[in-house]
Each structure stands twice: as structure tokens, then as C-alpha cells.
């Protein structure tokens, strides 16, 4: 069992950055592709960035691609999520997920078994 905690969302001005964290409980982190979606009002949720295992592999939404990074820190179980450059169209309620998994669909969030409560980004224009 897994479980997610993230932190780090709030109100940011178009422009602006933020740094979502998100601490994972136990000892198997390190085994789980971590990903971070995001779910505005009336909308899916959508990935937005995937990393693998080990860190060295990462997938990003076209949306974020130059604006986001992620990365994670395997020995504080902990997985980031940096934005830059922030658009009001970012506004959501951003989600951590963690997986196993050998799908190549990794923006499918069914292949992932554990997620976070979320928590919110508002991007004031």
C-alpha cells in the first residue's frame, strides 16, 4: 500500500511559478511510476507529466512541454512537479499518481493504482 500526500498548490498570477510535492508513505516507492494529472471543472482528468522508476526517463503533455518539469527524489519518496510560465488554462486540481505498470499508455489513468486527495492551482489572468 501507497499512500500520497501532495502540497505546494495555491493562487499564482499568469506568469508565475509553483512547486507541487507530493510524499509518498512506505518502502516501495522507488518501484512505482509516478505521474502528476490535473482535472479542471467539466473537463477529464489528463496527464500532465510522467516519470519513470529511476528518474531518468519523463513524458509531458504537448500543453506543458518547456513550462513543467518533474523529478523525484527516491530517497525522500518524494515526486515534484515544477511549473513555469503559468496560463490560466492551468487552473485545476492537480493529482499525484503512482503505478506498476509495462504500458506504453502511461497518460492512461487507470494504470494507476494509487493517488493523492489533489490539490488546487488557480492561475488568475
Known amino acids: 500500500q501507497v499512500q500520497l500526500v501532495e502540497s505546494g498548490g495555491g493562487l499564482v498570477q499568469a506568469g508565475g511559478s509553483l512547486r507541487l510535492s507530493c510524499a509518498a508513505s512506505g518502502r516501495t516507492f522507488r518501484r512505482y511510476i509516478m505521474a502528476w494529472f490535473r482535472q479542471a471543472p467539466g473537463k477529464e482528468r489528463e496527464s500532465v507529466a510522467v516519470?519513470?522508476?529511476?528518474?531518468?526517463?519523463?513524458y509531458f503533455a504537448n500543453s506543458v512541454v518547456g513550462r513543467f518539469t518533474i523529478s523525484r527524489d527516491n530517497a525522500k519518496n518524494t515526486v515534484y512537479l515544477q511549473m513555469s510560465s503559468l496560463k490560466p488554462e492551468d487552473t485545476a486540481v492537480y493529482y499525484c499518481?503512482?503505478?506498476?505498470?509495462?504500458?506504453?499508455?502511461?497518460?492512461?489513468?487507470?494504470?494507476?493504482?494509487?493517488w493523492g486527495q489533489g490539490t488546487q492551482v488557480t492561475v488568475s489572468s
Open positions: 499518481a503512482g503505478g506498476i505498470y509495462s504500458s506504453a499508455y502511461y497518460y492512461d489513468p487507470t494504470l494507476y493504482n494509487y
Open positions: 516519470i519513470n522508476e529511476s528518474g531518468d526517463t519523463t
